[in-house]
């Protein structure tokens, strides 16, 4: 089994695609603010030093518990 050292972050940044993909797929909104938003979710991360949204462990993530 290969387990990835930064499995979390892997998630995470899945999650952020996803989610601009979504975005970009209702063609509602300009690419600069979907680029916004998503720094905006990863300064964010860096600055509280945890995952929003249960992302990786319970006890890294806000709220300490996963969604």
């Not at 290969?2 to 509602?28: C, K, N, P, Y």
């Amino acid at each position: 089994m290969i387990t990835l050292s930064h499995s979390a972050d892997a998630v995470f940044d899945a999650m952020l695609e996803g989610w601009a993909r979504q975005q970009r797929g209702t063609g509602r909104f300009q690419p600069s603010t979907i680029d916004f938003r998503e720094q905006v979710v990863r300064r964010f991360a860096r600055f509280t030093g945890a995952y929003p949204l249960g992302v990786g462990h319970p006890s890294t993530s806000i709220g300490g518990s996963p969604i």
